[in-house]
């Protein structure tokens, strides 16, 4: 009868050793990752913005020219 309690609480113990072992890691790794995404955000690091490519300005009319396809027998 003593297994069946001592069974799951060490199951339990063993669980909970686990997620302290876990919480050790991540809260660190938590912690210095938010510093350095924060630290990069402050001195504009990351990648560069991407501007819009400015619209050329004509002076003047613009004229273009629409293409078609052109079999040889009609060109000739």
């Known amino acids: ?3 069946l309690v001592g069974l799951p609480l060490g199951i339990f113990r063993l669980l909970l050793g686990f997620l302290t072992l876990a919480l ?3 809260v660190p790794i938590a912690l210095i990752v938010a510093l350095v995404v924060l630290y990069r955000r402050s001195k504009g690091g990351g990648q560069p913005k ?4 400015k619209e050329p300005e004509f002076k003047g009319p613009v004229y ?3 293409y078609r396809e ?6 000739h």
């Open 1 to 3: 009868m003593g297994w």
């Open 50 to 53: 991407r501007e819009k490519p």
């Open 70 to 75: 052109v079999d040889e027998d009609e060109a």
């Open 24 to 26: 050790r890691l991540a």
């Open 64 to 66: 273009t020219v629409d």
